[in-house]
């Protein structure tokens, strides 16, 4: 039974990917009978993918748009992993020292609260011009705002480990490291792995549009350039729908490794497929 | 007892208040400068880039003004764009989950590769570039303010106590009815959740839109533009600006908040 | 009544406890609350919410600290029994880790208390054998139906071989087929381990049908309000349930309340 809502579940989303794509065509249809220059305003699916996989060369050097794009990704992202992992070592040490003291959580709190709220996109030109280099900058911008999401989750996981939890471990006579490896840090696993589902595609969002600020050879990059007219259109078009696709590969990743590293949760998922 | 929670209050707001005195001295003495390397001209001294606000505060105006017309523009639309998401997936339960499910991928989208197409979908609405410049930025804030509305509100509409849908068959009522008597003050809550998350969101959406913008005004254009000419002093400045209505706005929303939901916290 | 010479294994005197409200006003949990138990008792502490049997259970094994009033347990203080993890807790929720295996969940108080590999080995295998789980050691909890997960719990507090078990309302998220079965279970492998038992519970008759005595606590504030002594034979059977001696001892708690 389950299965079949699973399966139909799995159907039902792929109608819907369907459906986007036949609304696009629509608009797209309508935008090539209408304007003069459709392929600025609204190109149709095939036309982009079929572009993606051109083996026309379009630059001087001879790249082709896939390896084009693979090639700036590939800048790109690894600036973006590099910051997203130091956001996630320096938000989840946060998180620790703030449940560990009440010193350090009372004078942090207040001030988590006000990244959330400030513009940190906003301040990618003023960071590129203290770092000075657009990689470190790409870094530090995706550092940042995977710092948050990941902090704050990750102490809502230590908080929310119940009283008999606690009591429990306590009645065991289990000391501080006993109690973080055995029970805190696994109960908040979870919502630590919420705070990198919705900090993933965030890093890489903000390594892109890093990239718009300056030139180089990142996706950003060639993404302006396309749109200044320097090479083809389609360029920019491959970028947009590469970087959604990555964009929401790295939120479905995220889940991947969790499951990965959870075996209980892969196995209670098992059983109730074969159970019912 | 009460010397407890009268030292509970100190550390809370003093402890934080410390520390934020200790940066801003560590900022104005330079040390910051030192630690991270750079100097006063891209790094200005707080109390300089205070007085820039004070002094040219008046032709800053009209750049605020259009920035938050901006984002409170796209946060109302997408808002509103959002609800009405979440009660077509509401109604058409088993398509609208689904669908709902894709809807957070939509965040992954980079709104950087949005706003320069908005702008070639807005180019025939008007001769004026003021008119649709604006509304391709609206625009652009609309789609980013969108999704997480559309989340929370599906949630808020159909994670109703248990129970209390078989309450209302009982008592005879139509889908109408239960809509309007349980769902929709069921979500009001949910709707909350979800400003909280877009309120940040439209600011950062309308400074990222104006970088792309043919229209050259508002706060983020500002601080790029700035930026480029080298006076940093002003960027800050507006910088600071953009931090400050983000928090603003996002007080704001904490006082309404807690006004319309006051009854509704578990005591 | 005979009296035994033995000193308690339990003794609570005098125990107070005052908690603070989220306002700050002083809220009495206890009053003055004073028991004696002995080696390998079964005792209940039988009360409706906000009686503080659940607060005397957890100031029993230091989990709280009493405003005033001396406990001691084994001749030590709380504090050093529990440290020589001489207390198995059984909680009101199972409060199994749901990332560990009913085996792994069992070795955690093993594994702090530092037991060589092949005795936390035979022990669990030894407790599951006892709660009746053998064959889901490599289940989750997650697996597991209520009943089945509050059996987890109790082998988990055997697996250290407590002297003294404390269980807090241990059955009361169980539905009533499921409790009765438990309560069977609970007396069985009491018989067989011998251990000092306290048992916090709101139900009357599963007090009156497991315990040795009953202490009766009153709320606001909570009070020791009668020690009720369960005469009924043992091994306790499920017929007896229905006989005329058991419906007077319950009828006897239920009039030993004061004040709700």
Not at chain 2, 95 to 117: C, D, F, H, K, R
Not at chain 2, 155 to 181: C, I, N, Q, W
Not at chain 2, 212 to 228: D, L, P, S, T
Not at chain 3, 146 to 159: E, F, H, N, P, S
């Amino acid at each position: 039974m389950l299965n079949k809502i699973k399966s139909s579940k799995g159907i039902v989303t792929a109608v819907w990917v369907l459906g986007l794509m036949v609304i696009w065509e629509i608009c797209a249809f309508i935008v090539g009978a209408t304007q003069r220059t459709p392929i600025n305003v609204l190109p149709h699916l095939y036309q982009i993918f079929g572009s993606f996989f051109d083996p026309k060369p379009i630059t001087g050097s001879g790249d082709t748009i896939a390896t084009l794009v693979f090639s700036s990704a590939a800048e790109t992202l690894s600036r973006a992993l590099i910051g997203f992992v130091i956001g996630m070592l320096l938000g989840y040490a946060l998180a620790l020292f703030m449940n560990l003291s009440h010193i350090v959580e009372k004078i942090a709190f207040p001030y988590l609260m006000i990244i959330q709220m400030i513009p940190i996109l906003g301040m990618a030109p003023i960071v590129l011009s203290i770092t000075g280099d657009i990689s470190s900058a790409r870094i530090v911008i995706a550092a940042i705002l995977t710092f948050y999401p990941v902090s704050t989750n990750t102490l809502a996981g230590f908080k929310s480990v119940g009283r008999e939890r606690h009591e429990l471990m306590k009645s065991y006579g289990a000391n501080k490291f006993q109690l973080y490896i055995k029970m805190l840090i696994p109960s908040a696993m979870s919502y630590f792995f919420t705070g990198l589902k919705i900090s993933a595609p965030m890093a890489i969002t903000a390594s892109i549009l890093v990239d718009t600020l300056q030139g180089g050879n990142g996706l950003g990059c060639m993404l302006s350039q396309s749109l200044k007219g320097s090479m083809t259109r389609f360029v920019f078009w491959d970028i947009v729908i590469f970087s959604a696709v990555i964009g929401v590969l790295s939120f479905y990743l995220m889940g991947v490794i969790e499951r990965a590293i959870s075996p209980s949760k892969r196995k209670a998922k098992k059983l109730n497929n074969g159970k019912d | 007892m009460k010397s407890k929670a009268i030292r509970n209050v100190l550390t809370t707001v003093g402890l934080p208040v410390l520390f934020g005195v200790i940066i801003f001295t560590l900022w104005q003495t330079k040390v910051l400068h030192a630690l991270f390397g750079t100097d006063e001209i891209i790094l200005p001294l707080p109390t300089r880039i205070g007085s820039i606000i004070s002094d040219n505060f008046t032709s800053m105006l009209p750049q605020i003004t259009s920035t938050l017309i901006v984002a409170l523009g796209g946060l109302v639309l997408g808002s509103i764009l959002g609800y009405f998401i979440g009660v077509a997936g509401a109604v058409f339960k088993k398509w609208g989950m689904a669908g709902l499910t894709i809807v957070p991928a939509s965040n992954a989208i980079p709104l950087v590769a949005l706003a320069p197409v908005i702008n070639n979908w807005t180019r025939n609405l008007s001769g004026v570039v003021d008119i649709r410049s604006t509304v391709a930025k609206i625009i652009t804030v609309t789609i980013f303010c969108t999704a997480s509305m559309s989340v929370n509100a599906y949630r808020g509409l159909t994670e109703v106590k248990p129970f209390s849908e078989d309450l209302f068959a009982s008592y005879g009522s139509s889908k109408l009815r239960m809509f309007f008597k349980l769902r929709l003050p069921n979500s009001l809550p949910y709707v909350f959740t979800a400003l909280r998350v877009s309120v940040p969101s439209c600011v950062i959406g309308a400074v990222v839109s104006e970088y792309f913008a043919e229209q050259v005004i508002g706060v983020g254009r500002q601080i790029r533009e700035n930026i480029v000419k080298g006076q940093f002093p002003t960027a800050w400045a507006y910088i600071a600006i953009a931090c400050a209505m983000g928090i603003l706005m996002y007080v704001i929303l904490l006082i309404v908040e807690s006004i319309v939901l006051k009854n509704r916290r578990a005591r | 009544m005979s009296e035994k010479v033995n000193v308690p294994e339990i003794s609570v005197k005098n125990v107070s406890m005052v908690f603070s409200d989220s306002k700050g006003n002083p809220v009495q949990a206890l009053k003055d609350v004073s028991i004696d138990i002995q080696k390998g008792e079964f005792i209940s502490l039988l009360g409706p919410s906000g009686c503080g049997k659940s607060t005397l259970l957890r100031i029993v094994s230091d989990l709280l600290t009493p405003t005033s009033g001396e406990v001691t347990v084994c001749g030590k203080t709380p504090k050093e029994t529990r440290l020589e993890q001489k207390f198995g807790i059984v909680f009101q929720n199972p409060v199994l880790l749901d990332w560990r295996t009913v085996r792994k969940n069992i070795r955690l108080p093993l594994e702090m208390m530092k037991v060589p590999k092949e005795e936390q080995a035979s022990r669990i295998e030894q407790v599951l054998e006892l709660v009746g789980l053998k064959e889901f050691g490599n289940s989750y909890p997650g697996q597991l139906s209520g009943g089945m997960q509050q059996r987890v719990g109790i082998a988990r507090a055997l697996a250290i071989q407590p002297d003294i078990l404390l269980m807090d309302e241990p059955f009361s998220a169980l539905d009533e087929f499921t409790r009765e079965k438990l309560n069977d279970d609970v007396l069985h492998i009491w018989r067989k381990t011998n251990k000092t038992v306290l048992f916090v519970t709101h139900n009357i008759s599963e007090s009156v049908y497991m315990s040795d005595r009953i202490c009766v606590l009153s709320p606001h504030p909570g009070r020791l309000s009668a020690i009720v002594d369960v005469n009924l034979p043992r091994p306790r059977t499920p017929e007896m349930r229905g006989t005329p001696e058991f419906a007077a001892l319950v009828e006897k708690v239920r009039n030993s309340f004061e004040g709700i």
